[in-house]
């Protein structure tokens, strides 16, 4: 065989196989890995219950404690939320925690 004959096969063979591992083994690396499985930080807080500690004010803030850590807090629509009541996290904005009260359809939920 022609010597650039003979590199062209080389090079399409090990483009072919380097193909085949990459498709093969990535799954199993990733498996292994464990790759953007877990929650962490501030992630892991979305949906938390959170309590009241401080009453959250009309367009102002409050407090929240979350998973015994104290947190501002501002409610989704900007109402009043009582100190005591119990929230979800909806989403960490800074070190701002938006909440909700517990167990309130989000369709519904106008505040005060």
Avoid at 16 to 35: D, E, G, N
Avoid at 58 to 85: L, M, P, R, Y
Wanted: proline share 4%.
């Amino acid at each position: 065989m022609d010597s650039p004959i003979r590199f062209r096969l080389h090079i399409g063979l090990f483009l072919v196989i380097a193909a085949v591992l990459l498709i093969f083994t990535r799954p199993i690396a990733i498996k292994k890995l464990k790759v953007g499985r877990a929650k962490t930080n501030v992630d892991a807080l979305i949906n938390e219950q959170a309590l009241v500690t401080k009453k959250i004010e009309k367009f102002g803030k409050g407090e929240v404690k979350i998973k015994g850590q104290i947190w501002t807090a501002v409610s989704e629509d900007n109402s009043e939320i009582e100190e005591g009541t119990e929230c979800s996290v909806l989403r960490v904005e800074g070190v701002k925690a938006i909440v909700r009260p517990a167990g309130v359809n989000p369709q519904d939920y106008k505040g005060e």
